[in-house]
């Protein structure tokens, strides 16, 4: 009988599972919508979002889990 992996946010953690342009479009994106929609969007609000987190998993293989550190990237991209 087979053992199953024990599923986690770090399975499958790898750099470049989208395109830097698919990211840097998608980043941009949100940054235009919390712009335009005065930090919001048709998803929720952008400091409970959890899209950028996700982006920078999928593109550069990091897991941001810490409020701290996600909460400063995001201040940087929404500047």
């Known amino acids: 009988m087979k053992k ?11 750099k470049n599972v989208i395109k830097k342009e698919v ?7 949100c940054r235009m919508l919390s712009k335009e929609n005065k930090g919001k969007c048709g998803w929720g609000k952008c400091r409970d979002c959890g899209v950028i987190p996700l982006l920078i ?3 550069k ?9 996600i909460t400063k990237i995001k201040k940087r991209i929404f500047k």
């Not at 199953?4 to 790898?14: A, V």
């Not at 293989?61 to 550190?69: F, I, P, T």
Request: hydrophobic content about 35%; aromatic content about 4%.
């Open 4 to 14: 199953k992996n024990k599923l986690t946010c770090k399975m499958g953690l790898k």
């Open 23 to 29: 990211f840097e479009r998608e980043i941009a994106l």
């Open 57 to 59: 998993k999928l593109h």
């Open 61 to 69: 293989g990091q897991l941001l889990e810490d409020s701290a550190k």
